[in-house]
């Protein structure tokens, strides 16, 4: 059965600094794995993916992931951190033919100014 | 402008009134999928469509209902509403590419919160 582990239900970073927010994830088979974020009231904007090829993925508002395929992880990272990215982020794994999703429960990031 | 629409935004209703959300998208996307997001578990995908008339279970597809007989149009169906159905629902579309496999990204509606007491 697939899964997607988000560990941190909130991250606090200051403003400028980088931030991490942490996926892993267990599939049978190849994961194509993805990033969303949430904005209040607002539905889930796509930032990246990664499908396949270079496991450093870059993706939309500066934000980068590295697939990781033996720690099973897909680590969502940004180098400089904007109060504008306090949101909720949520990965989310596919596999097969790409109908059926999982997501993780969601991290809620904090920046600070 | 591309997007998916979802109608109400807001619904407050009773148990075992049966209620209707529609879901609407104009990208001409095959791919149409359902989600509820709760506190503390995430999003779950209630049910998903791969195209007109081919329709098929996520994992929480209990108490709910769907049709595909228009590309575009997806309604997520609660025959008789219950409290643990209380949750904000999303619909989401993606463009399926040529051949069986697509792992294009999804477009999500702005949400239906839907309250059941």
């Known amino acids: 059965a697939q899964s997607v582990a988000q560990p941190e239900d909130q991250v606090n970073v200051a403003e400028g600094n980088p931030l991490t927010v942490k996926c892993t994830y267990s599939v049978s088979g190849n994961p194509y794995l993805f990033w969303y974020v949430q904005y209040p009231n607002r539905g889930l904007q796509f930032l990246l993916k990664y499908i396949t090829g270079d496991n450093l993925v870059k993706g939309s508002y500066g934000f980068e992931a590295e697939f990781n395929k033996s720690q099973t992880s897909f680590h969502l990272k940004k180098p400089s951190a904007l109060v504008s990215d306090s949101a909720l982020y949520f990965c989310a794994v596919t596999g097969g033919q790409g109908f059926s999703f999982i997501f993780g429960k969601g991290t809620r990031l904090l920046v600070k100014p | 402008e591309a997007q998916v629409t979802q109608n109400p935004r807001y619904l407050i209703t009773v148990t075992g009134k049966k209620l209707t959300v529609t879901c609407s998208q104009n990208?001409?996307?095959?791919?149409m999928s359902w989600y509820r997001q709760d506190p503390g578990l995430g999003l779950r995908q209630i049910y998903y469509s791969m195209n007109v008339e081919v329709t098929d279970k996520g994992d929480v597809p209990e108490g709910y209902k769907v049709s595909r007989k228009e590309k575009r149009n997806f309604p997520l169906i609660l025959e008789s509403p219950s409290p643990n159905q209380t949750s904000l629902y999303f619909c989401a579309s993606k463009v399926k590419a040529r051949g069986l496999v697509s792992y294009n990204e999804q477009f999500f509606g702005p949400g239906t919160r839907l309250t059941v007491l």
């Open positions: 990208m001409n996307h095959e791919y």
